[in-house]
């Protein structure tokens, strides 16, 4: 099946710094998504970009799906950006939204 | 528009019992999906239904799990005679289409078994 990897898997940012998180995929996929799931467990929508760029306040995103991965910025981090943050894709061939393993970000006040 | 809804957020049970988890789709969404997230882990796939449908279960257990959609009410995930290692966050996501469209996902329920 395919593999999602992110990247870094673990991450500490000072408040007020800019970050990108990287999400590489095996396979060709027409769905990619990018979610925030926060200290208390909730899974939050941040981006739907299978393809391009998108930008939603201090967050943004790119996919290039010809080359397979996808990258999510956030400027000017605050301690409410501290949480995990999955990349999930669906493939050509299925229809199933498979999640990566992660990055976890803690920002320090 | 009230997004996915689940109940309950936490649940507790014992060895042996039996555990409801029930999801209400946003409105006018007809598939929901379910998904099991370990401690520190990602969220992994279970379970694909419409409306009174099994779509795809290749990701439940086969034994004790089962799930439902059925034609007037919540989605509703039972694990019976539920061990420690069923202690986990369940999430439910609900799309207008089909998965290749976007997914939104409930709150999600967690289960603790003593």
């Known amino acids: 099946g395919i593999q999602v990897e992110q990247s870094p898997p673990d991450l500490i940012l000072q408040e007020g710094a800019n970050s990108t998180l990287r999400c590489n995929f095996s396979?060709?996929?027409?769905?990619l998504q990018w979610f925030h799931q926060n200290p208390w467990g909730q899974l939050i929508n941040l981006f739907y970009?299978?393809?391009g760029t998108k930008q939603n306040g201090r967050l943004s995103a790119t996919t290039v799906a010809t080359e397979r991965y996808s990258l999510l910025y956030i400027s000017s981090s605050q301690t409410t950006d501290s949480g995990v943050y999955f990349c999930?894709?669906?493939?050509?061939?299925?229809?199933?939204?498979?999640f990566g393993s992660g990055t976890r970000l803690l920002v320090r006040p | 528009n009230a997004g996915v809804m689940q109940n309950p957020r936490h649940l507790v049970r014992r060895r042996g019992q039996e555990a409801r988890l029930r999801c209400s789709p946003m409105?006018?969404?007809?598939?929901v999906y379910w998904y099991r997230q370990l401690p520190e882990e990602g969220l992994k796939f279970m379970v694909y239904?419409?409306?009174?449908?099994?779509?795809?279960e290749s990701g439940m257990p086969k034994e004790r799990f089962s799930a439902e959609f059925p034609k007037e009410g919540p989605s509703i995930l039972r694990i019976q005679q539920v061990v420690r290692g069923d202690s986990a966050a369940y999430f439910c996501?609900?799309?207008?289409?089909?998965?290749?469209?976007?997914?939104?996902f409930g709150e999600g329920s967690r289960l603790t078994v003593l």
């Open positions: 409105k006018g969404h007809s598939h």
């Open positions: 999930a894709v669906v493939t050509d061939s299925s229809y199933k939204l498979i």
């Open positions: 396979d060709s996929v027409n769905n």
């Open positions: 970009i299978p393809s």
């Open positions: 239904l419409q409306k009174e449908n099994i779509i795809d």
């Open positions: 996501a609900s799309s207008p289409r089909t998965i290749r469209g976007e997914l939104f």
